[in-house]
């Protein structure tokens, strides 16, 4: 089991930026995948980004591309979001994810978070 907890979020103007931080315990974090979803309401929950084991690969959603960044740092079992040029279109619940492999749907996911609310005013 991988228990992940984020944290981060909260109101900004578009335009501002927010970092997002998942913390993950149980197994051994550097053998995951880590990533994040959003969920809009009244919509699905959509990819945003994820990143490999190492670090050495990442991909993005388009829609945020250029403008997020996810890293990690595997000797404090945390993976982070940086969000720059906010928009209100980016407003959503964000979910840190974790899975054995790359992945961009949901349904290859393995364990989420609780989520943490992001809001961009305009």
């Known amino acids: 089991q991988v228990q992940l907890v984020e944290s981060g979020g909260g109101l900004v103007q578009a335009g501002g930026s927010l970092r997002l931080s998942c913390a993950a315990s149980?197994?051994?974090?550097?053998?995951?995948?880590m990533g994040w979803f959003r969920q809009a309401p009244g919509k699905e929950r959509e990819f945003v980004t994820t990143i490999s084991w190492n670090g050495g690969s990442t991909y993005y959603a388009d829609s945020v591309k250029g403008r997020f960044t996810i890293s990690r740092n595997n000797d404090k079992n945390t993976v982070y979001l940086q969000m720059n040029s906010l928009k209100p279109e980016d407003t959503a619940l964000y979910y840190c994810?974790?899975?054995?492999?790359?992945?961009?749907?949901?349904?290859?996911?393995?364990?989420w978070g609780q989520g943490t609310q992001v809001t961009v005013s305009s």
């Open positions: 149980g197994r051994p974090f550097s053998s995951y995948v």
């Open positions: 994810a974790a899975a054995r492999s790359i992945f961009r749907a949901a349904y290859s996911v393995d364990y």
